[in-house]
Structure formats: structure tokens, C-alpha cells
Nanobody, 121 residues
Framework: QVQLVESGGGLVQAGGSLRLSCAAS????????MGWYRQAPGKQRELVAH???????NHADSVKGRFTISRDNAKNTVYLQMTSLKPEDTAVYHC???????????????WGQGTQVTVSS
């Protein structure tokens, strides 16, 4: 059994900052790509950023220069540092990870339950 648990969401004023964390736990052999997605009301889920095990990152154009994804492989944790937040960043943010699980060594995709980020104007 594998779980992704997010933390760090909340309410912030425009221009403020938040840091999201997502920790993976359970029967993990290794974790490949980890990422953050978000879904605003009435909109489709969209990629915010992802990071490979080796640290190669990709950020959506809408967050480049404002958000930074990082990870700690020893802690099986991925982070999203969000700065210069805008009201349009308001959404539920979900963690995603591609994990090789024990004992089968099969690669599976997992999602966190989501954490609400609300940016007031």
C-alpha cells in the first residue's frame, strides 16, 4: 500500500507565498517522476510542474518564475514553493508520483488527496 499525503495549503493574499509538501510512504522500491497538478472549479486538472528522480524539472508557462518544484529523494518528498501568488492560482493542488512498488516491482501512478490553495485579491 502506498500513500501520498500533501500539506501546506491555505489562504493567502495576492503576492504572498506558500510551500506545499507531499510525502510518499508505504511499500516503495523507488520513485520516478513526481509532480503537482491543480484543478480550479469548473476547469480541467492541469500540470503545474514535475521533476524527475535526477532533478530535471518542467514548469507550466503560467507559473514559470513564480513556482519552483523540488524533491528530497531520501524523504520520498516533493515540494512546491509558490511565490507572487495570484487569485488565478486558486485551486486544489494534487501531488502525483510514479512509483515502483514492493514486492512486485511494478510501476504504478499515485495521487494525493489534494490541498486547497486560495489566493485573495
Amino acid at each position: 500500500q502506498v500513500q501520498l499525503v500533501e500539506s501546506g495549503g491555505g489562504l493567502v493574499q495576492a503576492g504572498g507565498s506558500l510551500r506545499l509538501s507531499c510525502a510518499a510512504s508505504g511499500s516503495i522500491f523507488s520513485i520516478n517522476t513526481m509532480g503537482w497538478y491543480r484543478q480550479a472549479p469548473g476547469k480541467q486538472r492541469e500540470l503545474v510542474a514535475h521533476i524527475t528522480r535526477g532533478g530535471i524539472t518542467n514548469h507550466a508557462d503560467s507559473v514559470k518564475g513564480r513556482f519552483t518544484i523540488s524533491r528530497d529523494n531520501a524523504k520520498n518528498t516533493v515540494y512546491l514553493q509558490m511565490t507572487s501568488l495570484k487569485p488565478e492560482d486558486t485551486a486544489v493542488y494534487h501531488c502525483n508520483a510514479n512509483i515502483v512498488v514492493l514486492p512486485t516491482l511494478l510501476k504504478r501512478e499515485y495521487w494525493g488527496q489534494g490541498t486547497q490553495v486560495t489566493v485573495s485579491s
